[in-house]
């Protein structure tokens, strides 16, 4: 190892925060397809704005891209990022634990620095004192530099992770281009793969998420396939177009893109929430001075990282020299005619495994070893070799013995008392891997007793024959599977929904109408994998899993971050070049906390029945705290004052989110989002007649798209966005 003193020209001022805040309506327009207006912004202004007041922060991970590797770091302050103490270098062997012991060393030595400093106050210095003194400015006065010595970070360089993900970036660029003009979002945005998963498609974070755009499997269902023979996060031309989405809707919602980017990592609930307590859309007002325990290291910089990552992928020759990126990858498409397992499909199509497995990185490991089909209607890629290659050739290619109706079901083994996935794996002579991939867990997973579980068949997968239409002909679609209990309609039982014009909430509206500048969109996107339904019982888990995952990992990387001090470190955290997650990844802007005054804002699909289940007191309690009479029905939007005695706030806040939470988890294991319509309200409309013309559509969905419209008292004249939404069959 060996260190150097931070460069000149990277110094500033920055306001830290205190130690004590760290912690019939009119359709608008035809559902056009790959339509998105936004009113557009002077040639000459980018909507990605790159402030000066951030400049600096910009420059700091511009370095960490591009000057200093995985064998080297920054120690440097974690608020202020001109002030680089030193950078350390490593040898290429040197180990994980060395690295920690000199970074540990280094630490306390510039802390001991910086309390001498702090003591001696203008006296004279030794020369490297003076240094670090001279990289504060005028900041650094005594109070400041001995609050500084908390604040002594590492970061791991990345530049040979970035100039790798420069040269995947060409396999994808194009078509990333393309779904972001066609939708009318800033070409920048294309660039933020960078700092998601340096464009790796096959990444997975410790969080759970995946692919080249990192989702969450309880974010992507809402546009994606997944399941257990598809994965659409892992395919980066369909994940690229949930990733649009999600950016628009992200836009919708909090009005720049500069917070439509930072809720990308930070969550639009946490990022409207910042808004809302600064009252300022402003990236840097938020940046510097927003204090919240969940607003970390890894949300103040995500956007200037990006903005980083955007300045060197426009200049790849001024920081990399020159570099040859992949070519675009060149396919073609076949839609399969019926459920085929991959091994007869191989033989059918002459085609060598590892090319078909590096066209389609969505199917599963299920669907390559033989445990699961490849679904009807999936539109495998296949290299273009000379044969074009359509449905009705590969139906001639296939017997009837090889088409199936329907997906191969795997044995289903009952947890008992004791069991773990090491132990059921060596009882059906499988590793623990193995296992955990088949059900979508970590091997660490404990099992509850009397859940289910995939397990491999006892001998070789055998597919039986059942029968199958003419081989030129598609076999019969697969039965569908049971569609879980979408949320009740409301009715006249006191739900948060208004079934005739209803009276003004007694609290006004936190925002009247669509802001001026929230853009004005209809939305279309192009067809995800057909099928993909999965249980409510499957898709409530795997939220929870995430959802605790992601508790357990913003725990591990509080104050200044995840701080790994090697290239294997770091991808064992995830496959970010920027820093760490702070907080799950969610598409819910709703705000589910408790206020100073214990009283909550009614949210789609609650009662005072739920209410009263999460404080553990009668319906009737509630009711008279806040002179309700028997029959009245709550509004969205209305203000509820509830009784803390027996639960404290965050129990209540866990509760609710978890309700919320299996709501909408299982409203996506059977619906996907596929676009979206712009209405204005007429006279007497309401929010009822609103959920009645849009089938299978739930209130709190329309509420997600429009947070700051006053949904229990519609005006004429109110702009509503309304998904489009879609039923998704288990089959093709």
Sequence with gaps: MNSTGAPDGLQGSVRRPTAAARGGFTLLAACLAACLVVTPAPAEESPVSRPPQLERDVEFWIRVYTQIDTDAGFLHDQYNLAVVYDTLHFEPTTTPGERERVVDRERERYGAALRRIAAA???????????????????????????????IRFQLGQADRFRAGLIRSGAWETHIAQVLANLGLPAELAVLPHVESSFNPAAYSKVGAAGLWQFMRSTGRRYMRIDSAVDDRLDPFRSTEAAAQLLAYNYRVLGTWPLALTAYNHGTAGVRRAKETLGTDDIVRIVRSYNSRTFGFASRNFYVSFLAALEVDRNPEKYFGSLQRQSALKFQEVQLPAYVSMPTLERALRIEP??????????????????????????LRLPLDGTSWTRELLAQRLSPGEMFAGQ????????????????VAARYGVSADTLARMNHLRVSARLRVGRTIDVPEAAAVTVASTAAPAPAAPAPAAPAAPAPTAPAAPAPAPTAAARAPAPTPSAPAVVAAAAPHAPVFTISVGPASAGGAVSAEVAQRESAEDAAVAAAARTRTASAGAQPVSAAQAEAIGPALGPALDAEQNADPIDYSVAHDDSIRVTGDETLGHYADWLGVSTAHVREINHLRFGRRVLIGQHIRLDFRKVSHEAFEARRREYHRELQASFFAAHRIVG???????????????????????LWLVQQY???????????????????????GSGG
């Design 354 to 379: 590892e090319k078909l497995r590096a066209l389609n990185p969505a199917l599963t490991h299920a669907v390559w070893d033989g445990r699961q089909r490849v679904p009807k209607a999936y539109r």
């Design 408 to 423: 191969s079901a795997p044995p289903r083994y009952r947890v008992q008392a004791g069991d773990t996935l090491v132990r």
């Design 676 to 698: 979206t319509q712009l209405y204005v309200a007429r006279p007497g409309d309401s929010l009822w007649t609103l959920t009645q013309r849009a089938t299978q559509m739930p």
């Design 706 to 728: 429009n947070p700051d419209v006053d949904l229990a008292d519609l005006r004429a004249g109110t702009q509503i966005v309304m998904p489009r939404v879609e039923e998704v």
């Design 121 to 151: 106050g203008d006296g004279p210095l030794p020369a490297d004192d003076q240094r670090i003194k001279d990289l504060w400015g005028a900041e650094g006065t005594p109070s400041r530099l001995h609050a500084a010595t908390e604040d």
